[in-house]
Structures are given as C-alpha cells and as structure tokens.
C-alpha cells in the first residue's frame, strides 16, 4: 500500500511518499536468515520519502528516505543545490544502515538444515560529499569522498570485535573502523533501437588520515550487453573487482544471491579479495504484461578466499565458485513489475525468490 501527498510550510511545498508493502510470502524465500521478533513491524518493508524544494531559501533541495527491509534498515539525507548543466552538482549526503553481514555468517548460507550460529550485523555512518560532473557525450562521472564509521553489532545489539569463533571482524582490532573514502565513478552507456551496452567502473581509495585509519585500494567494474532477437530479449552481463591493502572482513566481495548466482544464498560461495559474476538472461513476452525468463548465473572468488583475514568462507566450507540456472516470470502490475524466479545450483539445491520491483519514480 502507498500514500502521496504535500504539505504547504510557507511558500515552501513539501512532498512525502509512504510505500509499505507486508511481506506476505516470507516463507517462500529460501534460505533465509533467522530473524525473531514478535513485532508485527518486523514483517513490513517499505519507503518513507520526504522532500523540500527550498530548504535555506536558495533553490536548496532537500531529500530524506528511510527504507526497512524484514532484516536491514537505511536512511539517506542529501542536500542538493541545482546548478547549470554545465558545472558539476554537489550534494552534501548522511547515511546510516544497519543490516546483516552475510559474509561472517557461517555455516553455510544454501544449507538450511545448518542454521546460523551467530548473527553478525553492521552499522554504518556516513557523511560526505558527492560531486557530478556534467555529462559528455555517453560519459557521466561522479566523484565523492566521506567518512565512514562502522561497528559490528551482535543479534542483542551489543558492539562485537570478534566472530563466533574467536577472529576479528575489524580491521583495527577494536570495536568499530574508521576510514576515509575517495570514490570515484564513471559511466558508460549507448543505446539502440535493438541492443544497448553499459560499462561503470569504481574506484575507492582509503586516505590514512589517521595511523589506525584504514588504506586500501578497491577497484569494481560491471558491463552488460542487451539484443534484441524478434521478441525475444537476450542479457549478459559481466561482473568484478579487486582489493589491495588493509581489508576487514566484511570489506570483502560476496558471491551468490540475487544479483549474483541464484541458486545459492546471499554470500553462500564465497568472500574474497577478488571476485568474478557472469549473468545470462534471455527474456521472451508471453502476454502483453506477463514474460518468462531463463537464465545461467556463475561466479567465483578467483581463489582470492584465503587472502581475507581469518578466512572466513573457508572456515564456514564455502565452495569458491558456483554456477546456477533456472526460469521465471515477470509481470507488470499496478504496483510495480512482480517477479518469481527458480533456481537450482550445482549442488541440486533450489531457490524460490519472489520480489516487487517498483518503478523509481513511484
């Protein structure tokens, strides 16, 4: 369900949108993180949106968005001041997000008759500042820097420095990790009547402000490329990165769940310093609203696993590398684009994933 609406504050108008959605089909998601509360909110996601067109009375916008998921939560608050198109736009952006680290989460994730032992979550506080530079031909770069804090929480909400089994979580040794990052990003896109590609590329650098303060060089990288066969629509798509210099568990790349390799849970192959995901999905209209899917996923951790600190997908008996394929349908609703997929791994696991994607500007 949803509500849109404004409220005039002077000559200011301000807009703010509720989007709640219960997750009626919990059930079906397959694995799961155990979660208990006995709070009917626990089993609602959704959106809060609000925004103000002129925040200090010079053309400043104002965005604030919280979204709850059923185990993670985050809430953004940008600043924006328009400028021509161009000169480079700045924003001024706090963030706080709290949600389950799936890659110190053990044993492992696809296997639901071993459940977790022990709930690792992160708390992440952000400020900084995005700067976008105006576009050029198919180029659009974005650079930013912030500073980051972040502290491992256990399932009472307690800071931990250490997993269940005696090894740190955090770079530093202590109780939370404090850096900060210069990103900078680049996107690359030309479309067609009949096919589409898109590059990004991603570049973090951890400034040693601080001697405690962690430095580090990530590097992350996706292209994909679309064609259009009569109606049938056919989706590849290429992922991966690296990372030099100080890492904290959780820093490293997850593979398998949605977005990676279906077929396994979040995090379920691997997490390591360097990481590869190829995805192929060919998309074939069956009605005017309703589509069917069939898709490969395979990703792995380049043998990079037992380069992250206490190995901890090797402790937990994660493979490394995973390959999964499976069908689904897509139907475009009033409420956004349903989508049901199933999936089954290399190890004759299966998956039911079931999601709403609905629309960014909704």
Known sequence: MGAQNSVHAGKAKIDYNVDLTHK??????????????????????????IKHPDLFGGNEKLDVSWDKGLFDSTV?????????????QKSLLLQHSLAPEVGLQGPRLDDPSNPTRSAVHLCRFSAGVDICEPASTNWISTT???LEHVRPLNDEGRSISRDIDGFPITCSGGPHDNMVILKQESQYAVTSETSFSKLNLQMEQGVPILSRWLIFNKFK???????????AFLLTSLTGGSIVGDLAPYQAFKIGGLGSVRGYGDGAISSGRSF?????ELT???????????????????????HVPGNPALRQGKPGKGLGAG???????????????YAVNDRRRTTLYLGVAVPSGR
């Not at 009033?334 to 997929?341: C, F, H, N, P, R």
């Open 24 to 49: 009626l089909f919990a059930p079906l998601l397959v694995p799961n993180l155990r979660h208990s509360s006995s709070s009917p909110l626990s089993l609602v996601i959704g959106r809060l949106c």
């Open 76 to 88: 953004v608050v940008a600043v924006r001041r328009p400028r021509h198109e161009n000169v480079a």
């Open 144 to 146: 930013s820097i912030k």
């Open 221 to 231: 990288f996706s292209a994909s490329s679309g064609v259009r066969f009569g109606r």
């Open 276 to 280: 590869l995901v190829v995805n192929s």
């Open 284 to 306: 074939i209209p069956l009605t005017e609203r309703l589509e069917s899917t069939l898709f490969v996923d395979f990703g792995t951790d380049l043998g990079s696993a037992h």
């Open 327 to 341: 069908a689904g349908l897509r139907w475009s609703s009033s409420v956004g684009q349903i989508q049901l997929d």
